[in-house]
């Protein structure tokens, strides 16, 4: 396949990049250069503003995309639907498949737990980044004018440069491992319980791959995640684990807070919280193992997360600490230890 990613830097982007080529496609890369990630040995690569559709456009007029015809053009740093629309008309030459990253947090959240299909509403009042996505899909539906399409909908992912967390540490992930080890209290929402299914970002690559190249999934919107579903205290813990700190001392370390309390402390978290993580996130895969036979989530987050840790460890610079994040972990775990105590006494 000859296949055009905007993006190819990011976490999933980088991993769809290298699988690809792996696999025998022809890759380009549409991108500003910016990232401290490497790009995939291999992929040309076409340096441009893709949120700009004039230089973007510009771009790919040189001569070597002259005539050429991409079997699909993946579309991974979409966040608004005028975006969306002004790609229908920049790639429509270009391609006959366009694929669509969207987000499975754009679901409707219910009180009850069952595992979610592509069926469930879109619908998200809580978190501006969902509803736009929602939008984007919108979009796509509306001005697709024959050219073929394909919406995917990853759910949270991790990779060698994501480790996972509840909230606090998205832009700065090495805060969560430090605290950790260095044994500051880690806080987990709720009792830790609630369900939350976690994918590496190769997994998430090779359904996305897979999906663009199948005829089948044309018009239509799949979920790609995996099926290992996870409490919140399995997920920090076995972090801990990957980062050489016993159970024992994780559990002395760990501190459960509502997740209302978390949001009133950082209230930038609301959308993420409130709009996602603090409801159960169980998902049936059968659409994706249809439409791409053999697909199955191969790395279990014991092993991925071990593997993030060690990336983190071989790349210095990636081990940035957000103070404001220890700063509010420091002050919201004081206070519950401290009602804790006062119950007990």
Not at 144 to 160: K, M
Not at 212 to 236: C, F, K
Not at 317 to 329: E, V
Request: glycine letters at 8%.
């Amino acid at each position: 396949m000859r296949l055009m990613l905007i993006g190819g830097t990011g976490l999933i982007s980088s991993e769809a990049a290298r699988l690809a080529l792996a696999s025998g496609h022809e890759v380009t890369l549409v991108n500003r250069g910016r990232s401290t990630l490497t790009t995939a040995h291999g992929a040309h690569v076409i340096h441009a503003d893709a949120t700009d559709a004039t230089a973007l456009r510009s771009a790919l007029r040189g001569p070597r995309l002259r005539g050429e015809k991409f079997d699909a053009v993946i579309q991974f740093i979409a966040y608004t639907p005028d975006h969306v629309i002004a790609d229908l008309e920049t790639f429509r030459r270009l391609t006959d498949r366009y694929v669509l990253i969207a987000t499975s947090a754009a679901y409707r959240k219910v009180d009850y737990l069952r595992p979610l299909t592509e069926d469930v509403p879109l619908e998200n009042p809580y978190w501006q980044y969902a509803r736009d996505k929602i939008a984007c899909e919108e979009a796509l539906r509306e001005h697709a004018e024959g050219l073929e399409w394909t919406i995917v909908r990853p759910a949270h992912t991790y990779g060698p440069s994501k480790i996972p967390g509840y909230t606090g540490v998205s832009r700065h992930p090495w805060t969560l491992v430090d605290r950790m080890r260095r044994g500051a209290d880690i806080i987990l929402p709720g009792d830790g319980t609630s369900l939350w299914t976690i994918t590496h970002a190769r997994d998430v690559a090779a359904g996305i791959l897979g999906l663009a190249a199948a005829p089948d999934a044309v018009g239509e919107a799949v979920h790609v995640t995996g099926s290992e579903a996870l409490t919140w205290r399995g997920i920090h813990e076995r972090i801990a684990t990957a980062a050489g700190v016993s159970r024992e001392a994780f559990a002395a370390q760990a501190v459960c807070v509502p997740s209302e309390a978390l949001v009133a402390a950082a209230p930038d978290s609301a959308g993420g919280i409130l709009g996602d993580k603090m409801h159960p996130a169980v998902y049936d895969t059968s659409k994706l193992r249809a439409l791409v036979p053999g697909w199955e989530a191969h790395i279990p987050f014991n092993e991925g997360i071990a593997e993030a840790i060690a990336y983190f460890e071989s790349h210095p610079q990636l081990q940035t600490i957000d103070d404001a994040s220890n700063a509010m972990f420091d002050a919201v775990a004081a206070r519950y230890r401290a009602a804790a105590a006062s119950v007990g006494a």
